[in-house]
Nanobody, 115 residues
Framework: QVQLVESGGGLVQPGGSLGLSCAAS????????MRWYRQAPGQQRELVAA???????RYSDSVKGRFFISRDSGKKAVYLQMNNLKPEDTAVYYC?????????WGQGTQVTVSS
Protein backbone atom coordinates (compact mmCIF):
# COMPACT_ATOMS: atom_id res chain seq x y z
CA GLN A 1 0.00 0.00 0.00
CA VAL A 2 1.39 3.34 -1.04
CA GLN A 3 1.30 6.17 1.46
CA LEU A 4 2.53 9.73 1.35
CA VAL A 5 2.16 11.42 4.72
CA GLU A 6 2.76 15.14 5.07
CA SER A 7 3.56 16.89 8.31
CA GLY A 8 4.79 20.24 9.54
CA GLY A 9 1.96 22.56 8.57
CA GLY A 10 0.56 25.16 10.90
CA LEU A 11 0.06 28.84 11.57
CA VAL A 12 2.96 31.24 11.06
CA GLN A 13 3.28 35.01 10.93
CA PRO A 14 4.23 36.82 7.73
CA GLY A 15 7.98 36.72 7.27
CA GLY A 16 8.29 33.52 9.24
CA SER A 17 9.50 30.09 8.25
CA LEU A 18 8.02 26.63 8.23
CA GLY A 19 9.29 23.24 7.17
CA LEU A 20 7.12 20.53 5.65
CA SER A 21 7.98 16.84 5.47
CA CYS A 22 6.54 14.04 3.40
CA ALA A 23 7.25 10.43 4.34
CA ALA A 24 6.75 7.86 1.60
CA SER A 25 6.11 4.15 1.95
CA UNK A 26 5.15 1.40 -0.45
CA UNK A 27 7.18 2.78 -3.35
CA UNK A 28 10.77 2.56 -4.55
CA UNK A 29 11.30 6.15 -3.50
CA UNK A 30 14.55 6.70 -5.38
CA UNK A 31 12.78 6.10 -8.71
CA UNK A 32 10.18 8.81 -8.26
CA UNK A 33 9.99 12.47 -9.15
CA MET A 34 8.75 14.19 -6.00
CA ARG A 35 6.71 17.37 -6.02
CA TRP A 36 4.95 19.75 -3.69
CA TYR A 37 1.68 21.32 -4.78
CA ARG A 38 -0.61 23.71 -2.98
CA GLN A 39 -4.24 24.66 -3.23
CA ALA A 40 -5.75 27.81 -1.79
CA PRO A 41 -9.50 28.12 -1.23
CA GLY A 42 -11.32 28.66 -4.50
CA GLN A 43 -8.19 28.20 -6.57
CA GLN A 44 -6.69 25.44 -8.67
CA ARG A 45 -3.95 23.24 -7.33
CA GLU A 46 -0.58 24.62 -8.39
CA LEU A 47 2.89 23.16 -8.56
CA VAL A 48 5.22 24.74 -6.02
CA ALA A 49 8.44 22.77 -6.29
CA ALA A 50 9.81 19.55 -7.74
CA UNK A 51 12.93 17.45 -7.29
CA UNK A 52 13.96 14.64 -9.60
CA UNK A 53 15.50 11.37 -8.49
CA UNK A 54 18.80 12.86 -9.63
CA UNK A 55 18.34 15.91 -7.43
CA UNK A 56 17.39 18.47 -10.07
CA UNK A 57 15.12 21.07 -8.52
CA ARG A 58 12.66 23.53 -9.95
CA TYR A 59 10.35 26.08 -8.44
CA SER A 60 7.36 28.17 -9.35
CA ASP A 61 8.17 31.83 -9.85
CA SER A 62 6.03 32.75 -6.85
CA VAL A 63 8.27 30.88 -4.39
CA LYS A 64 11.67 31.00 -6.08
CA GLY A 65 14.33 32.19 -3.65
CA ARG A 66 12.08 31.62 -0.63
CA PHE A 67 11.24 27.90 -0.74
CA PHE A 68 13.71 25.03 -0.94
CA ILE A 69 12.96 21.41 -1.76
CA SER A 70 15.14 18.49 -0.79
CA ARG A 71 14.91 14.72 -0.54
CA ASP A 72 16.46 11.95 1.51
CA SER A 73 16.35 8.57 -0.20
CA GLY A 74 17.50 6.78 2.92
CA LYS A 75 14.55 8.13 4.87
CA LYS A 76 12.22 8.02 1.87
CA ALA A 77 11.27 11.60 2.54
CA VAL A 78 10.93 14.88 0.72
CA TYR A 79 11.03 18.24 2.42
CA LEU A 80 9.94 21.78 1.70
CA GLN A 81 11.62 24.57 3.63
CA MET A 82 9.54 27.73 3.36
CA ASN A 83 11.07 31.07 4.31
CA ASN A 84 9.83 34.64 4.27
CA LEU A 85 6.27 33.39 4.16
CA LYS A 86 3.53 35.64 2.83
CA PRO A 87 -0.23 35.60 3.40
CA GLU A 88 -0.65 34.46 -0.21
CA ASP A 89 1.27 31.28 0.64
CA THR A 90 -1.73 30.19 2.71
CA ALA A 91 -2.96 26.90 1.27
CA VAL A 92 -3.18 23.18 1.75
CA TYR A 93 0.17 21.72 0.69
CA TYR A 94 0.27 18.31 -0.96
CA CYS A 95 3.09 15.87 -1.54
CA UNK A 96 3.10 14.12 -4.92
CA UNK A 97 5.13 11.21 -6.28
CA UNK A 98 5.34 10.52 -10.02
CA UNK A 99 6.87 7.75 -12.10
CA UNK A 100 5.74 7.79 -15.71
CA UNK A 101 1.96 7.60 -15.67
CA UNK A 102 1.80 6.45 -12.06
CA UNK A 103 1.05 9.17 -9.54
CA UNK A 104 0.35 9.26 -5.82
CA TRP A 105 -0.84 12.03 -3.52
CA GLY A 106 -0.69 12.71 0.17
CA GLN A 107 -3.65 13.93 2.17
CA GLY A 108 -2.31 17.48 2.50
CA THR A 109 -1.25 19.72 5.34
CA GLN A 110 -2.62 23.20 6.04
CA VAL A 111 -0.28 26.18 6.04
CA THR A 112 -1.73 29.46 7.22
CA VAL A 113 0.26 32.69 7.09
CA SER A 114 -1.40 35.36 9.15
CA SER A 115 -0.66 37.93 11.82
Amino acid sequence: QVQLVESGGGLVQPGGSLGLSCAASGIIFSNYLMRWYRQAPGQQRELVAAISNGGTMRYSDSVKGRFFISRDSGKKAVYLQMNNLKPEDTAVYYCNAVLGTVEYWGQGTQVTVSS
